[in-house]
């Protein structure tokens, strides 16, 4: 197994033989393989056949790739100077026939189609997934597919495989795994949560320098090739049987509830490190809670629960109105789905990578009450960073409602817009805490605007009627848009870095022992 920097380095060389027609039998196979599981270096391969063409174009050498074009042709070439655009032209499509029939061979090899054995298990959920090479080829990873046995690698989404014994696994791009067996899966790169009921006991996950045997458990691991696994327990017990050169002692190590170590992949060594129960997405399912039916009862307006479903591309509405958000991956190289308060969440990268949602029409309140809840999670604080806004880029192009956090200080806070024309805020005292869940909501009840954080209290001011920009249509959700509703506003970008999850808004004012029950109720539920 070739860690990056050496398949890198391979690569290079593979490449450079390759372009001189130096390529052996055997380096062929190696190049394949490279190419096989590497998209960015299948990019590269193909980026740099262009280019060669194009060169080659240009200064008329054709070398031995000109098997496709004619020796007349080549010969040619010599003499650019002399040539006319119609000539160019010519050589030009002749380099691109050569890229085509490179690539035709290679993807006629049959070192770049991965083994393929007998069924092992069904991919029972699939968001947003893409495999370089599925089951047969396809790339678009289908719900329903019987997973056979053989190397695959995830490089979009989240796809879950379930085995005949009840094991369940949730693996999320980029990723590359191997169905071994009924009983084995080798994860070679990446980050798996697994669920083993009783009926499994006893599947193994393979990882770099240890294997992971269940006594039943849900537990995760994470995998970087040729360097380290990392096994986290969150429910159960694991054995791991260690295979690095320095461990010599035949005993297995064991791991309990709330217990996580790393091992090194080149000595076998075990580190005792934390549990992160942060850092695994656990289920693609999805279930109630009793925080969920909670918010149900309490007849929001929309509810987006923040689970992945479908392609990926879409907060779903579990409220009445059916005001499904579509999310905007932006910049956005991995899944936006993360564990959340409850199940899952939105993953949010800020103004690094731009991400967001938008309901381009929700149902708004047309009298004078309105309530926001959710809960929310911050890597850092931008400036501006919006949990929810119907609200616009211009100081005049206010609507509903802004809830976020204070321009460059970060407290958390809630502005609505008074019949009188005046703008209402409501403020935390402090910078909102990093790196931890918060249940946040604002209320209006007709007359106080009141904000709340963790179930309690911590702001009110006193408003004259509720005002509506009939202009102003669009939630957006991890953002604030422009007027037009179809981008971020780009003064200040507002975007979010951290997590969403369970926001719901209503049209009506909930009470401060509403908003407590529903704090308590996820608090409860931990």
Not at 138 to 146: D, I, P, S, Y
Not at 298 to 307: C, F, G, H, N, Q
Request: proline share 3%; charged share 20%; hydrophobic share 40%.
């Amino acid at each position: 197994m070739m860690g990056s920097s050496s398949k890198q380095h391979k690569f290079e060389y593979l490449l450079g033989q390759f372009t001189e027609d130096a390529l052996s039998a055997a380096e062929r196979e190696q190049l394949c393989a490279i190419l096989e599981t590497d998209r960015g270096l299948r990019w590269r391969y193909m980026e740099h056949c262009q280019m060669h063409a194009l060169l080659r174009s240009e200064h008329g050498l054709l070398t031995a790739w000109s098997a496709v074009a004619s020796e007349n042709e080549a010969a040619e070439g010599t003499k650019r100077l002399a040539r006319s655009g119609r000539q160019t032209t010519a050589l030009l499509a002749a380099a691109a026939l050569v890229v085509i029939a490179i690539s035709s061979q290679w993807l006629d090899s049959p070192v770049a189609r991965p083994h393929r054995g007998e069924e092992l298990a069904e991919l029972t959920q699939a968001v947003g997934a893409e495999f370089v090479y599925g089951v047969a080829g396809e790339v678009q990873a289908q719900q329903g597919t019987q997973m056979r046995a053989g190397l695959y690698t995830l490089q979009a989404g989240l796809v879950e495989i379930e085995y005949p014994s009840g094991a369940v696994l949730v693996m999320q791009a980029p990723a590359t795994f191997e169905l071994v067996s009924a009983e084995c899966l080798r994860l070679e790169d990446g980050r798996l949560s697994a669920h083993i009921p009783e009926t499994a006991t006893g599947f193994r996950i393979d990882s770099p320098g240890a294997t992971v045997i269940d006594v039943g458990t849900d537990f995760a691991v994470q995998a970087i090739r040729d360097q380290e696994s990392e096994v986290h327990v969150f429910n159960g017990e694991v054995l791991i049987d260690l295979h690095g050169n320095k461990w010599k002692s035949t005993d297995l190590v064991r791991l309990v509830t709330g217990e996580a170590t790393r091992v090194a992949y080149s000595t076998g060594m075990p580190s005792g490190i934390d549990l992160d129960s942060q850092y695994f997405l656990r289920s693609l399912r999805v279930a109630d809670s009793a925080y969920v039916q909670q918010v149900l009862a309490l007849k929001p307006a929309v509810y987006y629960r923040m689970e992945p479903t479908g392609n990926g591309a879409q907060l779903i509405d579990s409220a009445a109105s059916g005001a499904h958000a579509t999310i905007q991956i932006g910049l956005a190289t991995a899944p936006v789905w993360t564990v959340g308060k409850v199940g899952a969440a939105l993953q949010l990268g800020g103004t690094a990578q731009q991400s967001y949602a938008v309901a381009q029409h929700y149902p708004q309140t047309d009298g004078d009450q309105l309530s926001v809840a959710g809960w929310i999670y911050a890597r850092s604080r931008p400036r501006w960073a919006s949990i929810a806004k119907n609200w616009a880029g211009g100081n005049y192009d206010r609507g509903q409602f802004h809830f976020g956090l204070r321009e460059d200080s970060g407290e958390l806070e809630a502005h609505i817009v008074d019949n009188r024309g005046d703008e209402i805020a409501v403020q935390d005292t402090m910078p909102l805490p990093l790196n931890t869940w918060h249940h946040v909501a604002f209320v209006a009840d007709g007359q106080i605007l009141r904000l709340y954080r963790n179930g309690r209290e911590i702001d009110a001011r006193p408003y004259d009627r509720l005002h509506r920009d009939p202009r102003i249509r669009a939630l957006a959700i991890g953002t604030k848009l422009n007027l037009s509703g179809d981008a971020p506003e780009e003064r200040d970008y507002n975007m979010w870095d951290g997590r969403l999850d369970e926001l719901a808004i209503f049209n009506h004012a909930l009470t401060a022992d509403d908003v407590r029950a529903l704090y308590e109720a996820a608090e409860l539920a931990k």
